[in-house]
């Protein structure tokens, strides 16, 4: 979504969730790439299945010296992709509803089986 864009509660919230996951989608990808060198470099057997599993191994293995060109820059995009990989299961399984956000419409979500907030 591009910010400044008026949000229309119903689509918005299929939107977020579309783009959010698509986003994952990509990331996910790179990280089977990623993964893929490991098994060759007989680090690891084979790929988890999944999406937090595989981020976890390549985190472990990013800083391992002679794995990857540019380790550092390895670690800090994992790290800095770290609270988003684990927003994507709230996102994924999360009942989205409108919201009133600071005086604008918005979007709010719970968890299945949750009390919806106010």
Known sequence: MIEGQPIVATIDAVRFRGEFLDSCAL???????AIDRLVQLDKVKKSPYLFGQKF?????????????????????????????????????????SPALVENQAGISWHMPGATAGP
Not at 27 to 33: G, K, L, R, T, V
Not at 84 to 95: D, K, P, Q
């Open 27 to 33: 990331i996910e990808d790179h990280a089977s790439s």
């Open 56 to 96: 976890e191994l390549l985190r472990k293995y990013a800083d391992e010296p002679g794995v990857w060109t540019h380790r550092q820059h390895a670690a800090q995009a994992l790290d800095g992709l770290a609270t988003y990989v684990e927003l994507r299961g709230t996102i994924c399984h999360a009942v989205f």
